[in-house]
DNA sequence: ACTACACTTGAACAACTGTTCAAGTGTAGG
DNA sequence: CCTACACTTGAACAGTTGTTCAAGTGTAGT
């Protein structure tokens, strides 16, 4: 940071700074959101989402809805699930998976909505 | 995906999978959604956009307030301005930025109430 | 014109992400 | 208990991301 020495302590708006420098979110909260977004930010992960929103779905069916490999579904779920995003269930040999809440598509939608303005 | 062929094409549930194929969403709007949730799936990112909800800043304020070089802030302040997130004004040597608009940290609030529940 | 400040930009580089591949676990049926 | 199916998991590998560094542009003052 040598090049922003001279701004950062001689021309900087002290006052706007320094008042501002309380309302700064902890960088533990800011971490988590950050890892939080991360999630919606791949494309695969949306499509098994917004799939889960129709219908509680096998990995199998998921893997052919979303035309990936079972186990880069698997690993994609194992995401979701620890964000807990969905929730599993096991009958038999298939394991079902469905959306934890609803309020997860709450934020897709606004985002979709976002985009198209 | 040849460990998938007997699950994808003989134990799949058929008639499940062929209702949902018309669901899914087309993968050019799977794509634009996920670069828009990456955007905010950084922690450097979530700072300067919280910080600009109180007050229109100059990249050097915004570079001591975040703590991070000038440099990296600029490369940062770059994509928010290209996805529409916030805005540029030049006034005199400093080039202030400000939220494009509100429903940015509407998104941002939902995902920290989603976090602390 | 020249210097200084404020910021931008491109290249390079380490760190991270998503997929594949190979090997594993768990459950049901014979 | 052996095989087959459904899924999970760890390692590896290519592609992507965020920062730094060095060089650039733009504006104001002299």
């Known amino acids: ?4 020495l001279t701004c950062a302590y001689q021309f900087v ?21 950050g890892e939080f977004f991360k999630v919606f930010g791949d494309p695969s992960r949306l ?3 917004t799939l ?3 219908a509680e779905l096998c990995v199998c069916d998921l893997a052919a809805l979303v035309d990936m490999s079972i186990s880069a579904v698997s690993h ?6 620890q964000f807990r995003l ?5 009958e038999g040999k298939n394991v079902f998976y469905a959306l934890a809440d609803d ?4 934020l897709i939608t606004q985002a979709l909505t976002h ?3």
């Open 1 to 4: 940071m040598s090049e922003s």
């Open 13 to 33: 708006h002290e006052e706007t700074v320094n008042a501002l420098q309380a309302k700064i979110l902890p960088s533990s909260t800011l971490n988590d959101l």
């Open 47 to 49: 499509k098994i989402l």
């Open 52 to 54: 889960l929103q129709h």
């Open 76 to 81: 994609q779920l194992k995401i979701l699930r």
């Open 86 to 90: 969905i929730r599993s269930r096991r």
């Open 103 to 106: 309020h997860v598509l709450t």
């Open 115 to 117: 985009l198209s303005e």
